[in-house]
């Protein structure tokens, strides 16, 4: 779902000076509620400073909340009023520190500030928005539409819309190949068509390609090098790694019955299945598993980063906390339903 790209230190930098603000993007007729800009944090002295806690932050539709978990002890410590049916989050750290949630019944998105968890603005006017994911740089996220078959635009310095392109009916998972300024959306959650954006100008993509990817296809995950794209199944027990390039695929991944879900970490990629109740480490090169452990039943949903592993559980409403060798560390309930989680450092 943060997933959550790394993206070359030169391109962040072109973009963070001007995540703060301006009027030179071009606007659409999706209504943007504005919110206070939250003031400023306060700095601690060096010698008070103190590492920042690593998080969790959790969607729980049934509650219109998303929670803020600390890591490693699965403890509550906020509980953020969302619009309502909160379903998919994004969250980066960095120049634009941003959290983006989604919801779906509501027809809303909320631009939350990454260090206040203060609300920058609420854009309404959608559909139903499912997945959020944020470009490149930090300054854009990206959002589809299912109802409207639309890819939205969101500026997060000042949240508004900078364009909304019709991509095709049921649009849901997408990803950012950063090295080649392209984004990939499956039309559908099982998708038999996925579509190609060209990013090369993110605050307006176009619409480039598309293809059938062979199969019901689920989601959608990148590797870091860009190279490679894992497609989930909706209906098998294997992801598709696919060339970049030329949409070859290039090896499968055994991992448990569909649909399941990636994330990456460094040089390795950590799948779920759901419904398998299982959740492995693969190389990402090559996709050979190394580690296979449990989750809990209805774990579709995962991330990785800051030295753990997560999975939510739809079904269970639990966290499961891993270290990057799937040691389990902690299983949280938190909820009726826990759908969507990001990992993010406060």
Known sequence: MTRRSAVAAVILGALAAGCGGGSHHRSSATTVASVAPAPPPKKRPASAAAAPPVQALVTAE???RLLVVDLP???VVRRLAIANDPEDVAANSGACSSVVVTSAAAGKVTVLDRET?????VIGGFGTPHIAEIAPGGAYAYVTDDARGTVTVIYLGDPRVTSTI???ASAHHLSFDAAQHLAWVALGETARTIVILSTADLAHPRVIGRFDP???AHDIEFSPNGQQAWVTSADSPDVSVFSAIDHRILFRVPVGTGPQHVAFAGHVAYLTSGYGGVIEQADASTGRVNRRASSP???FELD??????V???LLRGTLAIYNPELKLLHVAHLARAAREVAISTD
């Open 214 to 216: 062979g199969f019901p």
């Open 62 to 64: 049934t509650e219109n």
């Open 304 to 309: 990785a980063g800051q030295g753990y592993v």
């Open 117 to 121: 968890l203060r609300p920058r603005g």
């Open 297 to 299: 039943y209805g774990s």
């Open 73 to 75: 002890s699965g403890r």
């Open 166 to 168: 019709e991509v095709g």
């Open 311 to 313: 999975a939510s559980s």
